[in-house]
Nanobody, 124 residues
Framework: QVQLVETGGGLVQAGGSLRLSCAVS????????MGWFRQTPGKEREFVAA????????WYADSVKGRFTISRDNAKNTVYLQMNSLKPEDTGVYYC?????????????????WGQGTQVTVSS
């Protein structure tokens, strides 16, 4: 059973930075993608960023491009989301997720495994 555990959320002022981490419990040699999503009350969970775990490629939502960076450490089985120049609209619960393969990367329905989420609050 795959388990994903997010850490690193918190409260930060606008313009500040946070780094989220997601530890993945199960290694596999299969092709898969790691993604970050976020959700605020009353809204659907939205795509933030994704990275190919054992293949090249990173993807970002337009709203975070240039401010957020997704990366991975294969040896530690961990994916990161570095968030800079944070804005109040970045506030939400951030979820780490994993999916098999490398298609439909921005579609939350294509992800099979999810973490419990970590709260990020950006004050103005």
């Amino acid at each position: 059973q795959v388990q994903l555990v997010e850490t690193g959320g918190g409260l930060v002022q606008a313009g500040g930075s946070l780094r989220l981490s997601c530890a993945v419990s199960l290694r596999t040699s299969s092709t898969y993608t790691m993604g970050w999503f976020r959700q605020t009350p009353g809204k659907e969970r939205e795509f933030v960023a994704a990275i190919g775990w054992n293949y090249g490629g990173t993807w970002y939502a337009d709203s975070v491009k240039g401010r957020f960076t997704i990366s991975r450490d294969n040896a530690k089985n961990t994916v990161y989301l570095q968030m800079n120049s944070l804005k109040p609209e970045d506030t939400g619960v951030y979820y780490c997720a994993r999916k098999a393969g490398s298609v439909n990367i921005r579609e939350r329905q294509s992800y099979s495994y999810w973490g419990q989420g970590t709260q990020v609050t950006v004050s103005s």
